[in-house]
């Protein structure tokens, strides 16, 4: 078996901007067919959100690297600052909202990699999640 690494410096990054977030990615399928596990660092304005949403078959680590989160793991609501982390199964619903005064940054990483080709399914709109935040 052969052996792999890659090395991506902060100016070598993919960028791209969803639904008002900037996302920087270090490592997806268009950067290297090896990795089996993505990272991307994302900017979030202040008010900006990832409405409650699950990926089927990924799963997900938060980190928090600056700002303010409220953080919702299916019915579990809790406010993450820089240095907190949460870990995310497959199909499990969660939603991250920046409640702070200034953007928010976090890194996501997902894997297996496959799990990719299933997406993002939005559960925002279904019971009981379209209760949780009415303010939106």
């Not at 090395?7 to 070598?12: A, G, H, L, N, Q």
């Not at 067919?33 to 990926?55: C, E, I, L, S, W």
């Not at 953080?71 to 240095?83: P, S, T």
């Amino acid at each position: 078996m052969s052996k792999y690494w890659k090395f991506v410096k902060d100016s070598e990054t993919i960028k791209e901007r969803v639904l008002g977030r900037d996302h920087y990615w270090h490592f997806n399928a268009d950067m290297t067919n090896q990795a089996d596990t993505y990272m991307v660092k994302v900017v979030m304005p202040v008010g900006g959100m990832h409405n409650f949403h699950r990926h089927p078959e990924m799963n997900e680590i938060l980190y928090i690297l600056k700002g303010t989160a409220e953080q919702w793991v299916e019915n579990e609501r809790q406010i993450l600052k820089a240095g907190d982390s949460v870990y995310i199964d497959p199909n499990v619903v969660h939603g991250t909202f920046n409640i702070g005064d200034e953007d928010l940054e976090f890194l996501a990483i997902l894997a297996p990699s496959f799990g990719w080709e299933t997406g993002t399914i939005d559960e925002y709109q279904n019971l009981p999640y379209s209760e949780y935040r009415k303010d939106l």
